[in-house]
């Protein structure tokens, strides 16, 4: 079973999945009662702080299953999430600066 879950590619999956997942989970917890999902993200894009919300996402959320991976000694699937944070990353840069 170790086997099947320490995969490169199942990192990969989790490690962009989880960013997108705790952005979302944020705005159901804390804005939802307030905003709609689509006030939520045009209010983001109007204050410009839409990558720093990213940014967040992306590093908190990923470190977790990061040193959880790294703790079970599943060191593929680790690889895997510090790739997606790493595309992130350079995804973040390409919108903050425009390169």
Excluded: C
């Amino acid at each position: 079973m170790k086997s099947k879950i320490n995969s490169t590619i199942l990192g990969l999956v989790i490690g962009i999945i989880v960013p997108i997942l705790s952005i979302w989970l944020a705005f159901i917890f804390r804005f939802q009662d307030e905003l709609s999902l689509e006030q939520f993200v045009d209010s983001l894009l109007i204050h410009r702080i839409y990558t720093k919300v990213m940014a967040l996402g992306v590093y908190f959320g990923n470190i977790v299953f990061f040193f959880l991976f790294i703790k079970t000694d599943l060191l593929k699937a680790a690889r895997g999430i510090l790739l997606a944070t790493i595309l992130y990353s350079f995804a973040i840069m390409v919108f903050r600066f425009g390169f």
